[in-house]
C-alpha cells in the first residue's frame, strides 16, 4: 500500500529545519489538510480540489477566513508537496495550477502584508499601566523598545544580555543578531531580576546552596511562577489582558507583534534604513521599507492634524492674520 497523506504530513513536520513557531503554524494548517485528504494518496490529488478545499476554509465562527490566511494555507500545502517532489513521492505539485486568492478591495479586504498596523504613545502608555507585574511591563518594554519578535524575547536566557546588549541566539530563520536596550528598559530589567522566579532547569545543576546562589541569574529569561520558561500562549494572554478594551482605528484587536511594529515605524526615517534592518532581523530590506510607507501616512496624519488644531496662520478669506498671546496659549504642539 502506497504512503497516505496523513504519514506523509507527519513525516514533513518532523524534517522541518525551522524555528518552533514556524513550525507549530505548518502543524495547524496541515491538520486541517489532514482531516480533508488524509486516507488519499497524493498522486491522486487534483489542483481543483485543492482550489475548492481552499475555498471553503472557515473560521472558528463559521466565517470564511481571512485572503492572507487562506494564502498562508497555500503556501504551507505548496511547501509540503515540493517536499513530497524532493522524496520522489510525486512528480509535480498539483496546487500550481490554483490561483492565490487575491483581495476584495470592494469587501474591504487586503493582504497582510500590505497592513502594518502601529499603536500610538497613549495606548503604549496604557498597556503598560494595565501590566500587572513587572514581568509583563518589562516584556511589553521589551518588544517595544528593541524590536525584538515574541518568540525571540521567550527563547532569552538571562546570561544573553549583558551591558544593554541583547545577543538573539537564533532570531527568525535561526538568524543570530545583536541588538540593545534603552536605559528604561535597563532599570526594567534589573527590577525585573530582583523579583524573577528562578530558572528550575538552571537550579538542577547546583549541588551546594552557594551554587544555586549563583545559578539564580542564569537560565530562561522569562519565566513562570513554577520556574518554567514563559510560552507563547500565556504571555499573549497576558498582553490581552493588558490590552482589554482596546482596538485599532480599524476596529480590529491589539496583538502583542504590534509592540515589534511600533518599533519600527517610530525608527524609519531617523535612522539609516540599514541599521534599521540590521536591528529588526529583516532578511530582506523591502521588509524594512515597508515601514517608510507608515511613516509617511503618520507624518501627514499628524500634519493634518495639527493644521486642523490650531488658530494661527490664515482667516478663513485665506487672509494671514498675526497669532495672538491666547493662540499661542491654545496651541498644542504634537510631537
Not at 486541517?32 to 486516507?39: E, I, Q, R
Not at 505539485?93 to 497592513?115: F, H, L, Q, T, Y
Request: charged share 35%; glycine share 4%.
Amino acid at each position: 500500500m502506497k504512503d497516505q497523506i496523513k504519514e506523509l504530513v507527519e513525516k514533513y513536520v518532523e524534517s522541518l529545519e525551522k524555528d518552533n513557531d514556524t513550525i507549530k503554524a505548518y502543524r495547524l494548517d496541515l491538520e486541517k489538510f489532514v482531516l480533508a485528504f488524509g486516507p488519499r494518496e497524493p498522486m491522486d490529488i487534483k489542483g481543483q480540489e485543492l482550489k475548492d478545499y481552499l475555498d471553503t476554509l472557515n473560521t472558528r465562527n463559521s466565517k470564511r477566513v481571512s485572503v492572507s490566511t487562506q494564502n498562508r494555507h497555500y503556501a504551507t500545502i505548496s511547501c509540503f508537496f515540493n517536499w513530497l517532489i524532493r522524496e520522489s513521492k510525486l512528480i509535480e505539485n498539483p496546487i500550481k495550477s490554483v490561483i492565490r486568492r487575491k483581495p476584495n478591495k470592494d469587501a474591504g479586504e487586503a493582504n497582510s502584508k500590505d497592513i502594518i498596523r502601529y499603536l500610538d504613545k497613549e495606548t503604549i502608555q496604557k498597556i503598560m499601566s494595565n501590566a500587572k507585574t513587572i514581568r509583563e511591563e518589562f516584556l511589553f518594554d521589551l518588544l517595544y523598545s528593541s524590536g525584538l519578535r515574541i518568540s525571540e524575547a521567550l527563547a532569552l536566557n538571562v546570561q544573553d544580555i549583558r551591558n544593554g546588549v541583547i545577543q538573539i541566539r537564533a532570531g527568525k530563520g535561526n538568524r543570530a543578531r545583536v541588538t540593545y536596550m534603552s536605559k528604561i528598559t535597563e532599570k526594567l530589567f534589573r527590577k525585573y531580576l530582583e523579583k524573577r522566579t528562578p530558572d528550575r532547569a538552571a537550579l538542577y545543576k547546583a549541588k551546594t546552596i552557594e551554587e544555586a546562589q549563583a545559578l539564580r541569574n542564569e537560565g530562561s529569561l522569562f519565566t513562570t511562577n513554577n520556574g518554567t520558561r514563559l510560552g507563547y500562549h500565556r504571555a499573549n494572554q497576558l498582553f490581552k489582558q493588558a490590552a482589554r478594551g482596546m482596538k485599532n482605528p480599524d476596529s480590529t484587536p491589539l496583538t502583542i507583534h504590534q509592540l515589534r511594529h511600533t518599533f519600527c515605524t517610530e525608527r524609519v526615517g531617523h535612522i539609516d534604513i540599514r541599521v534599521l534592518q540590521k536591528l529588526a532581523g529583516h532578511s530582506d530590506i523591502r521588509t524594512t521599507l515597508r515601514y517608510a510607507k507608515v511613516a509617511d501616512k503618520v507624518a501627514r496624519e499628524q500634519f493634518e492634524r495639527f493644521d486642523r488644531e490650531q488658530k494661527v496662520g490664515f482667516d478663513e478669506h485665506g487672509t494671514f492674520k498675526l497669532p495672538t498671546q491666547e493662540d499661542f496659549e491654545k496651541a498644542e504642539v504634537l510631537i
